[in-house]
């Protein structure tokens, strides 16, 4: 009996979704307790042969996979979770490795906590990229300082408040499908990788839904390039812009401000502890440049994605969001 699905949307990186695919096949739980599903978004790369090979070396996975036009992210799991005929829904990304245990820790939660709506954890880089990227190490930082520093301390967390609980990322976590059902899903507005899964955290909690977290790490091996992460940072404004728009209690943490921005990351000690690191040990100019291109971009996107959203309403909302 199925009682598990693993959703995979993916687009043009035919490479990384095969180690991702190989962790999800070799999960602990039995092989008829859960399906995988993955969305092809559109890729213009030789995913389709990935896919191919997977299913000839792995016969006995219940395996789905849907091909759609280039709609977003958003769109793609969403057409998974309407395939999927398991209870609980699980999600990572095509750039994840997932351990094989990882199936059989999230549905513990629910075995656990079965009032909850979702199980979650996070997610790491590999220990080298650590040592070459800068990006990762504030990123990474700076989500720690964000949550209080609940991640470092490993400890399980229940609850709905929206900044108390680390849980909804959607490179390892997991929801009932009842509550994807009730709540509609992901928001298609958002067509590209920008906070998605937290407009969807935010909606839940904001119901009186609890969401569990659980001190377990996933494996992120998304490229960091130049051109990705300022791709990142102007997307992260875009999806801010959005998602206070419909959750306008949280403007005062998102609201890009170039005064608040900077007292925010020097009080909570960020460049203290970037500094410290090497290789980037006193460099306080690349430093300073990272956050200052990080505020820039995010304030780009967050004046992108107001006019976007101003020229949707007035030619009639044809792309309402949920």
Known sequence: M?????????Y???????????AVAVQTVPRDTYEVIVINDGSRDNTDKIIDEFKKQHPLINFIYIKQKNHGVSHARNQGIKRAKGEIIFFTDDDCVVPEN???????GYRRHPEVAGVGGWYEYP????????????TMLRLQKRFKNIISQKKEIKNNKFFLNPAGNTANTSYKKSVLDKFGGFDEFINFVGLVDWELKARIMKSGHSLL??????????????????????NHGRGTYHLTQKNPELLPFYCPSIF???FTIKRLGTLNELIRQPPFKKNMAMIQATC?????????????????????????NRNQPV
């Open 2 to 10: 199925l009682k598990y699905s693993v959703i995979i949307p993916t």
């Open 12 to 22: 043009n990186r035919a490479t990384l979704l095969k180690n991702c695919l190989e």
């Open 102 to 108: 990882w199936i059989e820790t999230l549905a513990n």
């Open 127 to 138: 220990e080298d990229m650590y040592k070459k990227s800068l990006f990762v190490n504030y």
């Open 213 to 234: 977290y659980v001190p377990f790490t996933v494996l992120h091996l998304k490229p960091l390039g130049y051109y990705q992460v300022m791709r990142k940072f102007f």
């Open 260 to 262: 608040k921005y900077w």
């Open 292 to 316: 200052f291109s990080d505020f820039c971009l995010v304030r780009l996107g967050w004046e992108f994605q107001k006019i976007w959203e101003l020229c949707d309403k007035i030619l009639g």
